[in-house]
């Protein structure tokens, strides 16, 4: 689940993003910071988010978000689905990084690597109200999608995918 603003491509340009282990001191605050906003939203059953242990795993990549100074500012992680599909998961920018075009920025990253892969389809979960988040992923065109998996039936659960072009 991310929350995010307005796009800023000057700030965006200063941004790399690579994929890197969950299991550095930064990322891991990044896990921590996501965690916290999420359950200041939503009650502790409408939280699915996958921790260190689970994004350490075989087939998952993590992407860290990073400034010219080199800061973790923002990450999110791949789940592979099979052949075609995999899901966005524990998408976060932090605070005084949001606004930026560090989301955007991991998407691009995170679609590139997709194609490449053969990949066809990224589906995510975010929450209702993580409307900041919503409007991100539709503006990198996510459209709505009726919950899937673990989601279904879940009140807070808002369901986006994107088909990529190859």
């Not at 350490?56 to 990450?75: L, Q, T």
């Not at 689905?81 to 949001?98: P, S």
């Not at 999608?145 to 986006?160: N, V």
Request: hydrophobic fraction near 40%.
């Amino acid at each position: 689940m991310t929350s995010t603003h307005a796009r800023d491509d000057r700030a965006s340009s200063t941004v790399s993003v690579t994929v890197e282990t969950p299991r550095q001191p930064e990322v891991i605050e990044l896990l921590r910071l996501g965690t916290a906003f999420a359950q200041s939203l939503y009650p502790p059953e409408s939280n699915f988010l996958l921790d260190v242990e689970e994004l350490d795993r075989p087939g998952i990549s993590v992407y860290v978000a990073r400034n010219e100074g080199g800061r973790a500012i923002g990450m999110a992680a791949l789940v592979p689905w099979g052949v075609a599909v995999t899901e966005l998961k524990r998408m976060f920018v932090r605070d005084d990084a949001r606004g930026q075009g560090v989301g955007t920025r991991l998407l691009e990253r995170i679609e590139a690597d997709a194609r490449a892969a053969g990949l066809r389809q990224i589906v995510l979960e975010t929450g209702t109200l993580h409307t900041d988040a919503q409007a991100l992923y539709a503006r990198c065109g996510y459209s709505a999608i009726p919950q899937f998996g673990q989601y279904i039936s879940e009140k807070h659960s808002y369901c986006m995918a994107r088909m990529l072009s190859h």
